[in-house]
């Protein structure tokens, strides 16, 4: 069993869509419309690294829970996911050059350097950066 595919709640699809690419530079992976009222799609990215690795769904969080939890979350502080990257405070940089807003800059755990920024579409999304030896 791998992991193939996993989400992140979004509040605005196409939003989602522009910041994951243009801004952090994920790839389109598939653009699938759902044939609801709602204009939802079956819309997922992938790291042009591993274009045939895990997908993450930017998913609708239409569902009155998905809107609390989402919330819920980000209230509390928490990331919605963690991307790894080779090195925490370059990407730290360029994105912040690029006019992310983070909430904490990059910071030594120990084990690992991590930053948190807003993805502009109801999360929090935290930047890894595994020390090795």
């Keep these: 069993?791998?992991?193939?595919?996993?989400?992140?709640?979004?509040?605005d699809q196409s939003k989602a869509l522009e910041f994951y690419t243009s801004v952090l530079g994920f790839q389109l992976k598939r653009d699938i419309p759902l044939g609801n009222p709602e204009g939802d799609r079956w819309l997922t990215v992938v790291s042009p690294e591993r274009p045939d690795g895990v997908e993450m769904l930017l998913e609708p969080n239409r569902p009155p829970v998905?809107?609390?939890?989402?919330?819920?979350?980000?209230?509390?502080?928490?990331?919605?996911?963690?991307?790894?990257v080779e090195d925490a405070q370059?990407?730290?940089?360029?994105?912040?050059?690029?006019?992310?807003?983070?909430?904490?800059?990059?910071?030594?755990?120990?084990?690992?350097i991590i930053a948190i920024f807003d993805d502009t579409c109801g999360n929090l999304i935290q930047i890894m950066q595994e020390k090795t030896g």
Excluded: C, W
Aim: hydrophobic letters at 45%; glycine letters at 10%; proline letters at 8%.
């Design 1 to 11: 069993m791998i992991i193939g595919i996993t989400s992140v709640l979004v509040e």
């Design 90 to 112: 370059a990407e730290y940089e360029r994105l912040e050059a690029l006019g992310v807003e983070f909430i904490m800059p990059p910071s030594d755990i120990g084990p690992a």
């Design 66 to 84: 998905s809107n609390v939890f989402q919330k819920g979350v980000k209230e509390q502080g928490l990331p919605a996911t963690i991307f790894s």
